[in-house]
Protein backbone atom coordinates (compact mmCIF):
# COMPACT_ATOMS: atom_id res chain seq x y z
CA UNK A 1 0.00 0.00 0.00
CA UNK A 2 1.31 3.36 -1.08
CA UNK A 3 1.44 6.24 1.16
CA UNK A 4 -0.41 9.41 -0.45
CA UNK A 5 0.22 12.65 1.00
CA UNK A 6 -1.32 15.84 0.24
CA UNK A 7 1.21 18.51 -1.62
CA UNK A 8 0.24 21.78 -1.00
CA UNK A 9 1.43 23.60 -4.72
CA UNK A 10 -0.39 26.95 -4.62
CA UNK A 11 1.07 28.02 -8.51
CA UNK A 12 -1.39 30.46 -10.72
CA UNK A 13 -1.14 29.10 -13.84
CA UNK A 14 -1.95 32.64 -15.84
CA UNK A 15 0.33 33.98 -13.12
CA UNK A 16 3.20 31.97 -14.19
CA UNK A 17 2.39 33.23 -17.61
CA UNK A 18 2.67 36.74 -16.49
CA UNK A 19 6.17 36.07 -15.44
CA UNK A 20 7.30 34.81 -18.21
CA UNK A 21 5.49 37.27 -20.36
CA UNK A 22 7.53 39.79 -18.19
CA UNK A 23 11.27 38.70 -18.99
CA UNK A 24 10.07 38.41 -22.47
CA UNK A 25 9.44 41.88 -22.24
CA UNK A 26 12.60 42.72 -20.73
CA UNK A 27 14.35 40.16 -23.01
CA UNK A 28 12.59 42.17 -26.02
CA UNK A 29 13.70 45.26 -24.40
CA UNK A 30 17.17 45.12 -24.18
CA UNK A 31 17.39 44.41 -27.86
CA UNK A 32 15.24 47.24 -28.50
CA UNK A 33 12.83 45.29 -30.57
CA UNK A 34 9.41 46.13 -29.93
CA UNK A 35 6.46 43.89 -30.23
CA UNK A 36 3.00 44.47 -31.10
CA UNK A 37 0.52 41.93 -30.36
CA UNK A 38 -2.05 42.12 -33.05
CA UNK A 39 -5.83 40.60 -32.05
CA UNK A 40 -8.66 40.28 -33.63
CA UNK A 41 -11.60 37.62 -35.13
CA UNK A 42 -11.22 35.90 -38.44
CA UNK A 43 -12.00 38.27 -41.44
CA UNK A 44 -11.39 41.69 -39.89
CA UNK A 45 -8.83 42.74 -41.85
CA UNK A 46 -5.27 42.03 -40.23
CA UNK A 47 -3.40 40.79 -42.88
CA UNK A 48 -4.59 43.27 -45.40
CA UNK A 49 -3.98 45.94 -42.50
CA UNK A 50 -0.60 44.95 -41.93
CA UNK A 51 0.22 45.42 -45.65
CA UNK A 52 -0.55 48.51 -46.00
CA UNK A 53 0.95 49.29 -42.67
CA UNK A 54 4.42 47.62 -43.89
CA UNK A 55 4.32 49.55 -47.32
CA UNK A 56 4.05 52.64 -45.03
CA UNK A 57 6.94 52.28 -42.90
CA UNK A 58 9.19 49.89 -44.09
CA UNK A 59 11.97 52.28 -45.39
CA UNK A 60 11.81 53.47 -41.92
CA UNK A 61 12.37 50.46 -40.09
CA UNK A 62 13.44 46.85 -40.07
CA UNK A 63 10.06 44.93 -39.88
CA UNK A 64 8.98 41.36 -38.90
CA UNK A 65 5.72 39.52 -38.78
CA UNK A 66 5.13 36.54 -36.86
CA UNK A 67 1.63 34.99 -38.14
CA UNK A 68 0.44 32.34 -35.45
CA UNK A 69 -2.38 30.31 -37.36
CA UNK A 70 -3.81 27.02 -36.12
CA UNK A 71 -2.38 25.11 -39.37
CA UNK A 72 -1.77 27.20 -42.34
CA UNK A 73 0.82 29.38 -44.04
CA UNK A 74 -1.16 31.48 -46.36
CA UNK A 75 -0.93 34.64 -44.07
CA UNK A 76 2.82 34.40 -44.06
CA UNK A 77 3.30 34.22 -47.76
CA UNK A 78 1.25 37.65 -48.30
CA UNK A 79 3.36 38.92 -45.77
CA UNK A 80 6.71 37.84 -47.13
CA UNK A 81 5.55 39.31 -51.03
CA UNK A 82 5.13 42.94 -49.10
CA UNK A 83 9.05 41.98 -49.30
CA UNK A 84 9.39 41.91 -44.71
CA UNK A 85 10.41 39.23 -43.13
CA UNK A 86 8.26 36.31 -41.96
CA UNK A 87 7.28 33.48 -40.48
CA UNK A 88 4.60 30.99 -39.37
CA UNK A 89 4.00 29.83 -36.26
CA UNK A 90 1.31 26.78 -36.18
CA UNK A 91 -0.29 26.65 -32.51
CA UNK A 92 -1.05 22.78 -33.37
CA UNK A 93 -4.80 23.60 -32.79
CA UNK A 94 -4.51 26.09 -29.21
CA UNK A 95 -6.59 28.70 -30.14
CA UNK A 96 -3.78 31.33 -28.82
CA UNK A 97 -0.39 31.95 -28.17
CA UNK A 98 1.23 32.03 -24.64
CA UNK A 99 4.29 33.79 -23.93
CA UNK A 100 6.14 30.75 -23.53
CA UNK A 101 5.52 30.16 -27.57
CA UNK A 102 5.89 33.86 -28.50
CA UNK A 103 9.34 33.07 -27.23
CA UNK A 104 10.26 30.10 -29.00
CA UNK A 105 9.09 32.06 -32.11
CA UNK A 106 11.02 35.22 -31.82
CA UNK A 107 14.16 32.86 -30.89
CA UNK A 108 13.32 31.21 -34.06
CA UNK A 109 12.93 34.08 -36.28
CA UNK A 110 15.54 35.98 -34.58
CA UNK A 111 14.47 39.68 -34.19
CA UNK A 112 17.54 41.13 -32.75
CA UNK A 113 18.18 43.39 -35.76
CA UNK A 114 14.31 44.08 -36.22
CA UNK A 115 12.75 47.57 -34.71
CA UNK A 116 9.08 46.35 -35.04
CA UNK A 117 7.66 42.91 -34.56
CA UNK A 118 4.29 42.33 -35.14
CA UNK A 119 2.49 38.84 -33.82
CA UNK A 120 -0.20 38.49 -35.47
CA UNK A 121 -2.51 36.61 -32.82
CA UNK A 122 -5.08 33.84 -33.85
CA UNK A 123 -8.32 35.38 -35.24
CA UNK A 124 -10.17 34.60 -31.73
CA UNK A 125 -11.80 37.40 -29.59
CA UNK A 126 -11.68 35.29 -26.17
CA UNK A 127 -8.69 33.29 -25.70
CA UNK A 128 -5.89 35.83 -27.00
CA UNK A 129 -6.79 38.28 -24.66
CA UNK A 130 -6.22 36.31 -21.38
CA UNK A 131 -3.07 35.42 -22.04
CA UNK A 132 -0.34 37.94 -22.12
CA UNK A 133 2.38 37.06 -24.86
CA UNK A 134 5.11 39.19 -23.85
CA UNK A 135 4.41 42.23 -26.38
CA UNK A 136 5.46 45.60 -25.74
CA UNK A 137 1.87 46.68 -26.57
CA UNK A 138 -1.69 44.84 -27.69
CA UNK A 139 -3.57 46.12 -30.88
CA UNK A 140 -6.68 45.01 -31.91
CA UNK A 141 -9.08 45.37 -35.08
CA UNK A 142 -12.50 45.49 -35.47
CA UNK A 143 -14.42 45.82 -38.45
CA UNK A 144 -17.35 47.95 -39.21
CA UNK A 145 -19.45 44.48 -40.27
CA UNK A 146 -19.30 42.97 -36.77
CA UNK A 147 -20.85 45.58 -35.24
CA UNK A 148 -20.46 48.23 -32.74
CA UNK A 149 -21.62 46.45 -30.04
CA UNK A 150 -18.47 43.84 -30.06
CA UNK A 151 -16.90 46.02 -26.59
CA UNK A 152 -20.05 44.91 -25.18
CA UNK A 153 -19.46 41.05 -26.04
CA UNK A 154 -15.38 40.97 -25.45
CA UNK A 155 -14.95 42.87 -22.48
CA UNK A 156 -12.02 41.59 -21.51
CA UNK A 157 -10.06 42.02 -25.34
CA UNK A 158 -11.25 45.64 -25.72
CA UNK A 159 -9.92 46.49 -22.08
CA UNK A 160 -6.48 44.98 -22.55
CA UNK A 161 -5.53 46.30 -25.80
CA UNK A 162 -3.30 50.34 -25.86
CA UNK A 163 -4.70 50.60 -29.28
CA UNK A 164 -8.46 49.49 -31.28
CA UNK A 165 -8.27 49.64 -35.12
CA UNK A 166 -11.99 50.25 -36.48
CA UNK A 167 -11.09 48.63 -39.95
CA UNK A 168 -13.10 48.63 -42.69
CA UNK A 169 -14.59 52.25 -42.40
CA UNK A 170 -15.02 52.42 -45.91
CA UNK A 171 -18.12 50.29 -45.43
CA UNK A 172 -20.22 52.67 -43.06
CA UNK A 173 -22.74 53.22 -46.30
CA UNK A 174 -23.89 49.93 -46.06
CA UNK A 175 -23.43 49.22 -42.49
CA UNK A 176 -24.98 52.15 -41.57
CA UNK A 177 -26.57 50.91 -37.94
CA UNK A 178 -22.57 51.16 -36.84
CA UNK A 179 -21.99 53.87 -34.71
CA UNK A 180 -18.33 55.60 -34.47
CA UNK A 181 -19.68 57.54 -30.94
CA UNK A 182 -21.10 54.36 -29.67
CA UNK A 183 -18.35 51.83 -30.25
CA UNK A 184 -15.98 54.91 -29.15
CA UNK A 185 -17.73 55.22 -26.03
CA UNK A 186 -18.38 51.54 -25.07
CA UNK A 187 -14.26 51.25 -25.75
CA UNK A 188 -13.30 54.43 -23.66
CA UNK A 189 -15.82 52.78 -20.46
CA UNK A 190 -13.73 49.82 -20.72
CA UNK A 191 -10.64 50.76 -20.94
CA UNK A 192 -10.15 54.78 -21.04
CA UNK A 193 -6.48 54.78 -22.16
CA UNK A 194 -7.02 53.04 -25.78
CA UNK A 195 -6.11 54.91 -28.53
CA UNK A 196 -8.81 54.15 -31.14
CA UNK A 197 -8.38 54.96 -35.37
CA UNK A 198 -10.96 54.49 -37.95
CA UNK A 199 -9.12 53.24 -40.42
CA UNK A 200 -9.84 51.84 -43.98
CA UNK A 201 -7.17 49.28 -44.73
CA UNK A 202 -8.74 49.08 -48.50
CA UNK A 203 -8.75 52.73 -49.50
CA UNK A 204 -5.96 54.25 -46.71
CA UNK A 205 -8.15 56.13 -44.94
CA UNK A 206 -7.01 56.87 -41.20
CA UNK A 207 -3.74 54.77 -41.64
CA UNK A 208 -1.39 58.38 -41.54
CA UNK A 209 -2.01 58.56 -38.18
CA UNK A 210 -1.84 54.68 -37.13
CA UNK A 211 1.61 55.20 -38.90
CA UNK A 212 2.64 57.93 -36.58
CA UNK A 213 1.28 56.39 -33.31
CA UNK A 214 3.62 53.60 -34.54
CA UNK A 215 6.58 55.64 -35.75
CA UNK A 216 5.98 57.74 -32.18
CA UNK A 217 6.02 54.36 -30.41
CA UNK A 218 8.73 52.63 -31.07
CA UNK A 219 11.08 55.90 -31.43
CA UNK A 220 9.84 56.44 -27.35
CA UNK A 221 10.84 52.21 -27.01
CA UNK A 222 14.31 52.59 -28.02
CA UNK A 223 15.31 55.96 -27.01
CA UNK A 224 14.89 54.84 -22.89
CA UNK B 1 -9.18 24.30 -27.24
CA UNK B 2 -8.36 26.88 -24.75
CA UNK B 3 -8.49 24.49 -22.31
CA UNK B 4 -6.21 21.94 -23.81
CA UNK B 5 -3.74 24.55 -23.46
CA UNK B 6 -3.94 25.15 -19.51
CA UNK B 7 -4.16 21.13 -19.10
CA UNK B 8 -0.43 20.86 -20.77
CA UNK B 9 0.59 23.68 -18.46
CA UNK B 10 -0.67 22.10 -15.50
CA UNK B 11 0.42 18.37 -16.39
CA UNK B 12 4.18 20.28 -16.97
CA UNK B 13 3.80 21.70 -13.95
CA UNK B 14 2.68 19.16 -11.39
CA UNK B 15 5.25 16.52 -13.27
CA UNK B 16 8.15 19.03 -12.38
CA UNK B 17 6.33 19.04 -8.64
CA UNK B 18 6.18 15.20 -8.66
CA UNK B 19 9.95 15.09 -9.71
CA UNK B 20 10.70 17.37 -6.60
CA UNK B 21 8.66 15.22 -4.19
CA UNK B 22 9.92 11.80 -5.42
CA UNK B 23 6.75 10.78 -6.46
CA UNK B 24 5.46 7.89 -8.81
CA UNK B 25 1.95 8.24 -8.63
CA UNK B 26 -0.79 11.06 -8.46
CA UNK B 27 -4.19 10.30 -7.36
CA UNK B 28 -5.23 13.99 -7.81
CA UNK B 29 -4.85 17.03 -8.87
CA UNK B 30 -6.79 20.33 -6.99
CA UNK B 31 -7.27 22.94 -9.20
CA UNK B 32 -9.19 26.24 -8.28
CA UNK B 33 -11.05 28.24 -10.93
CA UNK B 34 -11.81 31.77 -10.75
CA UNK B 35 -15.39 31.96 -11.41
CA UNK B 36 -14.95 34.84 -14.68
CA UNK B 37 -11.48 33.09 -15.79
CA UNK B 38 -13.06 32.04 -18.75
CA UNK B 39 -12.36 28.61 -18.32
CA UNK B 40 -15.24 25.79 -18.75
CA UNK B 41 -14.67 23.37 -16.22
CA UNK B 42 -16.05 20.23 -18.03
CA UNK B 43 -14.18 20.98 -21.04
CA UNK B 44 -11.62 21.03 -18.45
CA UNK B 45 -12.10 17.67 -17.11
CA UNK B 46 -12.27 15.92 -20.72
CA UNK B 47 -8.90 17.34 -21.83
CA UNK B 48 -7.18 16.16 -18.64
CA UNK B 49 -9.03 13.10 -19.40
CA UNK B 50 -6.83 12.83 -22.52
CA UNK B 51 -4.09 14.35 -21.70
CA UNK B 52 -3.23 12.54 -18.42
CA UNK B 53 -2.60 9.33 -20.10
CA UNK B 54 0.09 10.57 -21.58
CA UNK B 55 1.74 10.99 -18.29
CA UNK B 56 3.13 7.83 -16.56
CA UNK B 57 2.89 9.74 -13.42
CA UNK B 58 -0.85 11.14 -13.79
CA UNK B 59 -1.99 8.21 -16.06
CA UNK B 60 -4.67 7.20 -13.24
CA UNK B 61 -5.46 11.03 -11.69
CA UNK B 62 -8.56 12.74 -10.69
CA UNK B 63 -8.81 16.22 -11.61
CA UNK B 64 -10.52 18.05 -9.01
CA UNK B 65 -11.82 21.91 -9.47
CA UNK B 66 -12.98 23.61 -7.33
CA UNK B 67 -14.51 27.59 -8.27
CA UNK B 68 -13.57 30.92 -6.73
CA UNK B 69 -16.11 33.61 -6.66
CA UNK B 70 -15.33 36.87 -8.95
CA UNK B 71 -15.07 39.68 -6.75
CA UNK B 72 -14.99 43.19 -8.17
CA UNK B 73 -14.34 46.28 -6.07
CA UNK B 74 -14.95 50.19 -6.44
CA UNK B 75 -13.00 53.11 -6.87
CA UNK B 76 -14.83 55.14 -6.00
CA UNK B 77 -17.28 53.45 -2.99
CA UNK B 78 -14.57 51.26 -1.86
CA UNK B 79 -17.52 48.51 -1.55
CA UNK B 80 -17.46 44.86 -3.35
CA UNK B 81 -19.29 43.21 -4.85
CA UNK B 82 -20.66 40.13 -7.79
CA UNK B 83 -18.91 40.33 -10.81
CA UNK B 84 -20.54 37.93 -12.16
CA UNK B 85 -24.28 39.44 -11.14
CA UNK B 86 -23.07 43.48 -11.71
CA UNK B 87 -20.27 42.92 -14.69
CA UNK B 88 -18.17 46.61 -14.47
CA UNK B 89 -20.80 48.88 -13.18
CA UNK B 90 -20.67 49.35 -8.98
CA UNK B 91 -24.52 48.40 -8.09
CA UNK B 92 -23.80 50.88 -5.19
CA UNK B 93 -23.19 53.96 -6.46
CA UNK B 94 -23.37 53.21 -10.73
CA UNK B 95 -19.54 54.08 -10.91
CA UNK B 96 -17.52 52.38 -13.88
CA UNK B 97 -14.29 52.78 -11.85
CA UNK B 98 -13.76 49.28 -10.66
CA UNK B 99 -11.77 46.56 -10.67
CA UNK B 100 -11.65 42.93 -10.31
CA UNK B 101 -9.81 41.72 -7.46
CA UNK B 102 -10.90 38.00 -7.54
CA UNK B 103 -11.72 35.77 -9.67
CA UNK B 104 -10.39 35.26 -13.36
CA UNK B 105 -6.95 33.32 -12.28
CA UNK B 106 -6.43 30.03 -12.26
CA UNK B 107 -4.41 27.43 -9.86
CA UNK B 108 -2.99 24.36 -9.11
CA UNK B 109 -4.08 24.51 -5.39
CA UNK B 110 -2.67 20.81 -4.32
CA UNK B 111 -1.74 17.02 -5.54
CA UNK B 112 -2.49 14.02 -3.16
CA UNK B 113 0.51 11.61 -4.41
CA UNK B 114 2.70 8.96 -3.13
Request: with cysteine.
Amino acid sequence: MKDFKVIEVKRSIFEDNNADADNLRAELKSEGTFLLNLMSSPGAGKTTTLKRTISMLKDEMKIGVMEADIDSDVDAEAIAATGVRAIQIHTGGMCHLDADMTRQGIREFGTKDLDFVVLENVGNLVCPAEFDTGSTKNAMILSVPEGDDKPLKYPLMFSICDVVLINKCDTLGVFDDFSKEAVKERILKLNPYAKIFFVSAKTGEGFEDWADWIRTEVQSYQQD
Amino acid sequence: MHELGIIVHVIRTVEEVGEENHLTEVRSVTCEIGEVSGVVPEYLTDCWQYARRKSELLKDSELKIEILPGVTVCEDCGKTYSTVKYAKQCPYCESYATHLVQGNGFSIKEIEGA
